[in-house]
């Protein structure tokens, strides 16, 4: 006997005759359609009360789960528990939030026909009035921090959310709030501050800008809900965000964001933990969340970043997990500086973590991301009580052939041949212990822009001033900057090494700007500087990569760090690879 469906169930939430909060009608799924470039867990369902069917557009992690592991198939009998519907091209269209599952069935329950306009009850057919979200919505009243606006009405889902909509109010909580970040170019000078937003159905990042960072900054905070509406929607860039959604909001002059008291009913973050023995199947740029427990910790360093030029820190740990896997996790800024470096074996979590092929498969805190240090929460119990019962006993295999940047970190040793026989597909990062026997003096240094944050070449103009094309500004002076070649050989063989300003320095044993004085008062000096590094030996940590250079392949090496050769420990080393080969 067929189960028994709901009478006029796609009628009545489609019509709007029934408060959806209370309305839970027993349906069938006719056909299921993941949707193509969502990039989220959304699916369109054909459901039919037996009478009509309907297209039916599915949010959440819970109904992805059902229809991903099979609970809910063509023909599944399902509960209604949770909808609300939106507006799109003029018409109604339902959303179901969360189903729970009656029966399975194998075959279509009547003769349903399309709910459309000729047959939608004529009190229906010409409104586009959209369900509330919730029919109980507090008194807004006398919230704090409410800005123009007033309460709120209408409550939509995040994931109905698109630009062709003019009226709409968000219930979301704040996920992630930003620091300000300040930018300056040719076109002038401004800041901006973002949030990620959260309710039932997904995510969303909303941006301020200027103006609004002045309005919205000091009262909004993170992990309190709010009313949000009158923003700017627009297509997301997946480039600055790692949020699934096809949308994202910009504040603007009319936008409303009003504290909502009642929190209770919009979730906490939820993670959606990858296994780091898995990040070898991850594409590269792509964001995962991760947990896991740092085993070392390396030191604030600070280093150049190549495509601004401006100083920044960073600090390295790796961390390892349940797969039996371990990998590097970069730390950046902020991050890097207020991490707690005494901490013995924290559990780290992060919220949409980079994928890098730098060096393996290794992870970064990005903008996007969000960092939390032994969180209080299920997982975060179960890691570390699996780490102190197993897990520091365990032998792991590395993701990432450099296991960071910090003095307390090592990469493993290798000779020149080794990496050139071993055909890089990505960049290799490895220590050599080898002999300078080359210094490249020509074009070794060069005449930089003297801003703090700024280290792009400048183009005298005279001999008084000097422009620097980034800045677009004429400068008194300049700075000095090493770029240095020198050749390196091992007894396997030797190969060009590029040492840019630090590490340059720490090989020369004197600064850029001592150099650049010698080199315009006494060319005597300046030569015997470069010349006295030749035939000294020292350990390099080295980043090797291939190039393509008039149609011809070759190995390009970067030194990340030079230290004095320690005799001791290198021949131990030596006498350990003796003792592997001999056995």
């Known amino acids: 006997m067929a189960p028994e469906l709901t009478p006029n169930s796609i009628t009545r939430m489609l019509s709007g005759s029934c408060n959806l909060d209370d309305f839970h009608p027993i349906v069938q799924v006719n056909a299921v359609k993941s949707c193509a470039g969502a990039g989220s867990e959304k699916h369109k369902l054909l459901v039919s009360d037996g009478t009509y069917f309907t297209t039916v557009l599915s949010v959440g992690n819970s109904i992805h789960q059902m229809i ?26 339902l959303l179901f939030l969360d189903i729970s599952v009656v029966t399975q069935h194998t075959e279509k329950i009547g003769n349903p026909v ?14 586009t009035a959209t369900v509330p979200y919730s029919s109980n919505l507090p008194n807004t009243g006398g919230l704090a921090g ?28 704040v996920t992630k709030k930003s620091d300000i970040r300040t930018w300056s170019n040719s076109k002038g000078e401004g800041k901006l501050f973002s949030i990620e937003l959260m309710d039932e159905t997904g995510e969303i990042r909303c941006t301020g800008f200027t103006d609004a960072v002045d309005k919205f900054f000091t009262t909004i905070e993170q992990d309190k809900v709010y009313y949000i509406s009158r923003c700017t929607l627009k297509t997301a860039n997946k480039q600055y965000t790692s949020i699934k959604n096809d949308y994202e909001m910009t504040m ?56 601004s030029g401006k100083q920044v820190v960073k600090r390295e740990l790796k961390i390892q997990d349940k797969s039996g896997a371990a990998t590097s996790l970069t730390l950046w800024g902020s991050d890097a500086e207020g991490f707690d470096g005494s901490l013995v074996n924290p559990v780290i979590s992060v919220k949409a973590a980079k994928v890098s ?52 970190m090592e990469t493993p040793f290798k000779t020149f041949q080794e990496v050139k026989e071993a055909k890089l597909e990505q960049p290799e990062y490895f220590s050599n212990s080898g002999t300078v026997v080359f210094v490249k003096k020509d074009n070794c240094m060069y005449q930089a822009c ?8 400048v183009l005298m103009e005279s001999p008084t001033e000097y422009r620097c094309e980034k800045c677009d500004k004429l400068y008194p002076n300049f700075k000095y900057r090493l770029m240095l070649t020198v050749k390196v050989a091992d007894f396997t063989g030797a190969d060009w090494v590029t040492c840019f300003q630090e590490t340059a320095e720490k090989l020369l044993g004197t600064t850029s700007a001592e150099l650049g004085a010698l080199k315009e008062s006494n060319e005597t000096e300046y030569e015997r500087v470069l010349d006295q590094v030749t035939f000294k030996s020292k350990n390099f940590k080295l980043r090797a990569r291939l190039e393509s250079y008039m149609d011809e392949t070759r190995m390009k090496c970067t030194a990340m760090n030079i230290d004095d050769r320690d005799g001791l420990t290198y021949g131990r080393r030596l006498l350990d690879e003796i003792k592997t080969l001999e056995s």
């Open 450 to 457: 003297p801003s703090t944050d700024c280290n792009k070449k």
């Open 252 to 307: 603007n002059n009319d936008t409303s964001i009003v504290l909502c008291e009642d929190a209770a009913a919009v979730p906490q973050v939820q993670l959606n933990y990858t296994y780091i023995s898995d990040l070898d199947q991850v594409e590269k740029d792509a964001f995962v969340d991760v947990i896991g427990v740092a085993t070392t910790i390396g030191d604030v360093t600070s280093i150049t970043a190549r495509a």
């Open 114 to 127: 399309r709910m459309d306009e000729s047959n939608m009850p004529a009190s229906t057919t010409t409104s």
């Open 68 to 93: 991903t592991d099979g609970t809910v198939t063509r023909f599944t009998i399902v509960k209604v528990e949770r909808s609300s519907t939106t507006t799109a091209n003029n018409r109604n269209l």
């Open 357 to 408: 092929d730098f060096g393996g498969r290794t992870l970064s805190v990005s903008f996007n991301s969000t960092l939390q240090i032994n969180p209080d929460n299920p997982a975060s119990h179960e890691i570390k009580g699996w780490y102190e019962s197993y897990g520091k006993n365990m032998t792991f295999k590395q993701m990432s052939s450099s296991q960071g940047g910090g003095a307390n």
């Open 146 to 173: 409410a800005s123009p606006g007033g309460a709120p009405g209408t409550i939509f889902p995040i994931s109905s959310l698109n630009p062709y909509q003019n009226k709409w109010t968000i219930r979301a909580r």
